[in-house]
């Protein structure tokens, strides 16, 4: 690809003017060229600011995937303010927290959220005017019919932020990622480089638009000029169907969802042999799923490692690693090699030098993706992005010699034992191989002897009885001793925030009261 844009509506400008009749975007019944696509985002800049939105004010939207998103962060790109995406999954105390952080003046609202924000309508002080979205009650429509298209485009600076996604937040309230035109250009041109996205290929768009795997994807697919097929949720069978019905080429799902894929009756059968790119990430994969997949989309599968604060994706394990060569199977468990204009590092988290190939320490990441701070907040940007532009993940890793990057825990999450530090994800994997586990997390807990040990918290798979015992012996014969739990405990369930994660915070919470731990 030849052109460079310095701001992302130069893409939309471009493929309506070179391509105005080909489709660009499918959502259900809705078909949009890239003409009728741009016209609309033109209408919905001239409605914003009719509205009074000036450049660096923010609009929020809370609504299941629907164009309108999209068009949103187009128009707010061409106007010079940002659209804040929130994640619907938040309880309402959160969603409202994340509303007033981005000083939302205008809220975009779906019709399966329009009751939750008429009772906390009270509580939203910068929301001059909430606009519903989709439904009986849809007025974005009216709100964008009403205007003629704008064409004018603020002269966006590269490091301004058009989109800002909140992220998940284990410890505390969301930050709000600031996510430039620099950062979303230099993913979506690193990313189709390394995975060959052309004007030819249709992208899939099934993750929610206010995860990175969801934005990101779709101004991939306007980057390349590929077609856009957009779902409002991500339904197992609904993804399969429309892999095949549309010849889907590029895709990004998380290893949850790709679970479900696998227990959808008649998988295998289905025709899936479009896709070139079956990306997935966000959550580690556990082996056995791991496996199922590979039967599924032999061939198609780029394991693949990122952050809202790189705008998406920074290293990948491409198909030729997903095999199964008993000398290259440790490499499943690998996040692959940096993609095209990423540098990867891993460095003593206390020192911020460099550790030796193999050594664990912190993932460091340096890249024209990174965001441009977290909204509001000097501070947390000071402590994630170094004065040379750094960004301390926060993720324990190694580096092989052979230049994988292995992702093991989050620092936090980290246990120290009589001086050996493990790593919770280390023991995860052995215990979900066990047939009795459906869902597994490892934590430290007080001991005695050794300051933490290692205690694993299980679920049961459906049918099962887990006699810790028997987990403990298993454990033993596939670990060094050291890392071995010396507990295990049977929950019905294992606490998760909205994006799925498991609130390791809280597993330890019980244990450590009144003690101190600094790894939290």
Request: proline fraction near 6%.
């Given at each position: 690809m030849t052109l460079q844009p310095t701001d992302v509506t130069a893409l939309l400008a471009r493929w309506a003017s070179e391509r105005p009749d080909d489709e660009a975007l499918r959502f259900g019944e809705v078909r949009h060229t890239w003409a009728q696509l741009a016209e609309r985002v033109h209408r919905v800049a001239a409605a914003l600011r009719a509205d009074g939105l000036v450049p660096g004010d923010r609009v929020a939207v809370l609504d299941l995937n629907h164009p309108s998103c999209l068009e949103l962060t187009l128009a707010c790109a061409q106007v010079g303010a940002a659209n804040a995406v929130v994640n619907f999954r938040l309880a309402p105390p959160e969603i409202v927290y994340v509303i007033n952080d981005a000083q939302a003046r205008i809220l975009f609202v779906g019709p399966e959220f329009a009751g939750a924000v008429e009772q906390v309508r009270d509580t939203l002080p910068t929301v001059e005017r909430v606009?519903?979205?989709?439904?009986?009650?849809?007025?974005?429509?009216?709100?964008?019919?009403?205007?003629?298209?704008?064409?004018?485009?603020?002269?966006?600076?590269?490091?301004?932020?058009?989109?800002?996604?909140?992220?998940?937040?284990?410890?505390?309230?969301?930050?709000?990622?600031?996510?430039?035109?620099?950062?979303?250009?230099?993913?979506?041109?690193?990313?189709?480089?390394?995975?060959?996205?052309?004007?030819?290929?249709?992208?899939?768009?099934?993750?929610?638009?206010?995860?990175?795997?969801?934005?990101?994807?779709?101004?991939?697919?306007?980057?390349?000029?590929?077609?856009?097929?957009?779902?409002?949720?991500?339904?197992?069978?609904?993804?399969?169907?429309?892999?095949e019905r549309e010849r889907i080429t590029h895709t990004f799902l998380v290893p949850a969802l790709m679970a479900a894929m696998a227990q959808v009756p008649g998988a295998a059968d289905r025709d899936c042999s479009s896709l070139r790119a079956l990306s997935y990430g966000a959550s580690p994969m556990p082996l056995p799923v791991m496996r199922a997949c590979l039967k599924l989309f032999p061939g198609k599968m780029h394991q693949v490692y990122g952050m809202t604060e790189a705008c998406g994706v920074v290293s990948s394990l491409g198909p030729d690693d997903h095999c199964d060569d008993p000398a290259a199977a440790h490499r499943l468990v690998s996040a692959g090699t940096p993609i095209h204009g990423v540098q990867i590092e891993i460095r003593d988290p206390g020192t911020g030098e460099p550790v030796p190939t193999g050594e664990p320490g912190e993932i460091w990441?340096?890249?024209?993706?990174?965001?441009?701070?977290?909204?509001?907040?000097?501070?947390?940007?000071?402590?994630?992005?170094?004065?040379?532009?750094?960004?301390?993940?926060?993720?324990?890793?190694?580096?092989?010699?052979?230049?994988?990057?292995?992702?093991?825990?989050?620092?936090?999450?980290?246990?120290?034992?009589?001086?050996?530090?493990?790593?919770?994800?280390?023991?995860?994997?052995?215990?979900?191989?066990h047939p009795t586990v459906a869902d597994v997390a490892v934590i430290g807990v007080p001991d005695e002897r050794w300051g933490e040990a290692p205690k694993a918290i299980v679920v049961a798979a459906p049918g099962q009885t887990v006699d810790p015992d028997t987990l403990l012996a298993?454990?033993?014969?596939?670990?060094?001793?050291?890392?071995?739990?010396?507990?295990?405990?049977?929950?019905?369930?294992?606490?998760?925030?909205?994006?799925?994660?498991?609130?390791?915070?809280?597993?330890?919470?019980?244990?450590?009261?009144?003690?101190?731990?600094t790894l939290v």
């Open positions: 606009v519903h979205v989709g439904g009986e009650r849809d007025e974005y429509e009216t709100w964008l019919a009403a205007r003629q298209p704008d064409t004018t485009v603020h002269p966006a600076r590269p490091d301004d932020c058009f989109v800002q996604l909140y992220t998940s937040g284990t410890t505390g309230f969301p930050k709000g990622a600031m996510l430039t035109h620099r950062g979303m250009l230099a993913h979506a041109a690193n990313v189709a480089e390394d995975f060959e996205l052309s004007a030819a290929d249709v992208v899939q768009i099934a993750m929610p638009l206010f995860h990175v795997g969801g934005t990101s994807y779709a101004l991939l697919a306007l980057y390349g000029g590929a077609r856009l097929v957009m779902l409002r949720v991500p339904d197992p069978a609904a993804v399969l169907d429309m892999i990441v340096r890249t024209e993706q990174l965001m441009a701070g977290y909204w509001g907040k000097p501070d947390a940007t000071a402590s994630a992005i170094t004065p040379d532009g750094w960004l301390r993940t926060g993720d324990g890793g190694h580096r092989d010699t052979d230049g994988y990057i292995y992702v093991t825990d989050r620092i936090k999450d980290m246990i120290i034992s009589g001086g050996e530090n493990i790593y919770p994800a280390e023991i995860e994997r052995v215990l979900a191989e298993y454990c033993r014969e596939n670990l060094a001793s050291f890392k071995c739990p010396k507990s295990v405990e049977v929950l019905d369930e294992l606490p998760r925030n909205p994006t799925g994660k498991v609130l390791k915070k809280d597993l330890r919470t019980p244990y450590w009261e009144g003690r101190d731990r």
